[in-house]
């Protein structure tokens, strides 16, 4: 949520570190600082009565944009497939690396994809892809026509246990591979490998938790070659384990766990090219190792742990191609590298989705007095500011825990001075920056006394300069004065027997000091007087007009209207300031003014709508029919 508004209308550090992009360097890789796009209205989703003329995006799902690339594919005419552990979808490059086409929804459709663990292309060139989120596989026409699935969740032979890479720096689990008549499965929570015929039937199970020969210990990755032979990326054995056609054992490749020649640490996955060489994704060591086809030792590819063009960070997905190029998911560096046999890199496809500009689930976002933006840019671990037409103008923070740093911000507002208060949610504290950076406080550790905070959320700034927050963890919200000196709380009690708070998720205060909290697992909002005092309920949970789900963020214009981002319906409704809906608008969905997830809600001071649309990687500003004659102030 924002602030005072003009009057007038396991590996995460270590991985999301590597992430960190600056401009320049983004700019000496090709890569572009972020897309804003403004679109004329020709509909208005979820809406009878438009109540906005034009909706402005910045950042985007798909189009190019790799947030943690996690499996790579690579078809017979080039053409490569792309999945990563946000984006919930499936990308599609042409050979020359230009973005084509994203498919796999999220809206509960047939096609709908989670995070996923492998791709693989079958010898009609059906796209089998591997959901960790829900432990099937699914198929798809090459141009993304859902075609079936099969597996499910579980321990029996034809069923998976895979993890979805819920948290930044775990990866999403599991492997696929497809053979002439066969769908190979790296099955990693049950530490064996599978195998069904090419429709999902007839599945058989090889392998058991252990080190010895044939047995596994979490395995990521699968390769088949052209011969038959299965290879799996044993991952926490440090070795490719190499099976027989009817899956029987047939030797190891690697020297154990390490960094020197041969040597590997939790490899993540392994391919073949057409003349039988082996490639492992050297996860923890950053590189590509290869191997010939019995197993010796060739080479390293790969200039070393870093951003630069040719070093890698982080190694999730690797293929190859006909001609025997190697494609590499560069998992925390947001691209596919593609080598030359040699080694020599050949080129980089996708942009970084930490780049300047994108998001990875933005949770929140502020209006500036002079019409920017700023943005709690969630699982970057940073806020990022905008102007009045959507242009990057820097960035605040990374990933850690000194005062400079911050740790999976969701919620950002701006003081009268453009002062910035950020919900530095993982840390349980709250943090006042000036709008250059400087820090100018850090306030509460975690805990549950006064002073003390349990991974805040949403945050504003009070016309008086005070400070309300959601204190998520504690179910309750939290009034601390400028220089972070507690002055009160709200909840879990209510009075009035009224329920308690339930995970309050964002908070807002209206130009008459009145508090109002989205009470995100009440699915209501509760309003407040200046003072604290509890005053009304408005919502409850429903599809309905006026009812809610899962509420995440909250905001209230210059006249009192109340804005509500109703989370899980996927649209935004505004009420009077007594709780009456007034109108709403979106729907599921991946258009303009469509949501998934929509997390924070800003009225800025012109009357723009800006929603920070978490699941498909975005803001969408909406500017009203009807704007405020009360032009902003100027920076």
Request: aromatic share 8%.
């Amino acid at each position: 949520m924002g602030g005072r508004r003009q009057r007038g209308g396991t590996l995460t550090a270590a991985l999301l570190a590597a992430c960190a992009l600056t401009p320049a360097l983004a700019s000496a890789q090709g890569l572009s600082p972020g897309l804003t796009e403004s679109v004329p209205r020709e509909t208005c989703p979820g809406s009878a009565v438009c109540p906005y003329e034009s909706v402005a995006v910045t950042s985007e799902r798909g189009g190019g944009v790799l947030r943690l690339p996690q499996a790579v594919a690579v078809a017979k005419d080039g053409k490569v497939f792309v999945a990563d552990q946000y984006t919930r979808g499936i990308q599609r490059f042409a050979a020359d690396g230009s973005f084509e086409l994203t498919f796999g929804s999220f809206d509960g459709a047939d096609d709908q994809v989670g995070a996923v663990g492998g791709i693989a292309l079958g010898p009609d060139e059906t796209v089998y892809v591997l959901d960790a989120s829900r432990n099937r596989v699914k198929r798809f026409t090459s141009d993304g026509g859902y075609l079936g699935e099969f597996g499910g969740g579980g321990r029996d032979v034809g069923e998976l246990r895979l993890q979805a890479g819920r948290i930044p720096g775990q990866g999403a689990a599991g492997g696929i591979a497809v053979s002439r008549d066969s769908v190979w499965i790296a099955d990693t929570g049950n530490d064996r490998v599978q195998r069904f015929d090419l429709d999902g039937t007839n599945p058989r199970a090889f392998g058991s938790k252990g080190s010895g020969p044939g047995r596994f210990a979490t395995p990521q990755g699968i390769a088949v070659r052209r011969d038959g032979a299965v290879y799996v990326a044993d991952n926490r054995n440090h070795r490719i384990v190499v099976l027989n056609a009817d899956g029987s054992y047939r030797r190891q490749i690697g020297k154990g766990k390490g960094r020197g020649p041969g040597q590997m640490e939790n490899p993540y996955d392994v391919a073949t090219d057409p003349n039988g060489s082996v490639f492992v994704a050297d996860n923890l060591n950053h590189r590509v190792t290869k191997f010939t086809v019995k197993g010796r030792f060739v080479r390293t590819i790969g200039a070393g742990f870093g951003r630069a063009p040719g070093q890698l960070a982080y190694v999730r997905g690797i293929a190859a191609d006909a001609s025997g190029s190697i494609y590499v998911a560069d998992t925390a560096n947001g691209r596919i590298s593609v080598f030359a046999p040699t080694g020599r890199l050949q080129r980089l496809i996708g942009r970084d989705g930490r780049a300047a500009g994108q998001f990875i689930r933005p949770t929140d976002v502020a209006a500036l007095p002079d019409g920017g933006f700023v943005v709690a840019d969630w699982l970057n671990s940073r806020v990022q500011t905008f102007s009045p037409t959507g242009d990057a103008l820097g960035t605040q923070g990374a990933i850690g825990r000194g005062a400079e740093k911050l740790q999976t911000p969701r919620g950002v507002a701006v003081g009268s001075a453009f002062d910035l208060w950020i919900a530095d949610t993982t840390n349980s504290r709250l943090v006042h920056r000036s709008y250059r950076g400087k820090v100018l406080g850090v306030h509460g550790r975690f805990g549950t006394g006064p002073g003390q905070l349990s991974g805040p959320e949403g945050i504003d700034v009070a016309p008086d300069g005070t400070v309300w927050a959601a204190d998520t963890g504690n179910d309750r919200v939290v009034h601390v004065a400028a220089d972070g000196r507690p002055l009160g709380s709200t909840g879990p009690e209510l009075g009035s027997g009224e329920p308690a708070l339930r995970q309050p998720a964002d908070v807002a205060v209206g130009p008459d000091g009145h508090v109002y909290i989205a009470d995100r697992r009440n699915h209501r909002i509760v309003h407040l007087d200046a003072a604290g005092a509890f005053l009304q309920t408005f919502g409850g949970f429903g599809t309905r007009p006026g009812q809610l789900q899962f509420p995440s963020g909250i905001d209230v214009d210059a006249t009192g209207r109340v804005y509500v981002a109703d989370t899980n319906n996927d649209r935004v409704q505004v009420y009077t300031r007594e709780g009456f809906p007034l109108f709403a608008w979106g729907r599921t969905g991946t258009e303009n003014g469509e949501f998934i997830r929509p997390g924070g809600v800003e009225v800025s001071c012109d009357g723009t709508v800006a929603v920070a649309d978490r699941e498909n990687h975005r803001v969408q500003r909406f500017v009203p029919v009807f704007r405020s004659p009360t032009p902003c102030a100027p920076s």
